[in-house]
């Protein structure tokens, strides 16, 4: 079992920017992929960003593109969010996730067996 926690959302305004972590604990002596997705007051979650177990090419949504970046400290297991220029729409509550299969970077809700309780962001314009 792996424990996966998010820290360092909040509410900002537009323009602003946030760096959320996710710290990972129990079973990390495997290696993972690790992503981020989000999910609005009555929408599906959705993707946000992904990293391979080596720190690899990561995968970003379409929408946050040249504003958010993933990277990862594997020697402290924990796996980060840089989020600059936040817009109105980023507002969600963000999770971060596990899968085992550590050299997919994953888009997808169920190719990640592992998820965090998410950290709420609210982003006002």
């Known amino acids: 079992q792996v424990q996966l926690v998010e820290s360092g959302g909040g509410l900002v305004q537009a323009g602003d920017s946030l760096n959320l972590s996710c710290a990972a604990s129990g079973r990390t002596s495997n290696t993972y992929s690790m992503g981020w997705f989000r999910q609005a007051p009555g929408l599906e979650r959705e993707f946000v960003a992904a990293i391979n177990w080596r720190g690899g090419i990561p995968s970003y949504a379409d929408s946050v593109k040249g504003r958010f970046t993933i990277s990862r400290d594997n020697a402290k297991n924990t796996v980060y969010l840089q989020m600059n220029s936040l817009k109105s729409e980023d507002t969600a509550v963000y999770y971060c996730?596990?899968?085992?299969?550590?050299?997919?970077?994953?888009?997808?809700?169920?190719?990640?067996?592992?998820w965090g309780q998410g950290t709420q962001v609210t982003v006002s314009s």
């Open positions: 996730a596990a899968d085992e299969s550590w050299w997919r970077v994953g888009t997808k809700t169920d190719e990640y067996k592992y």
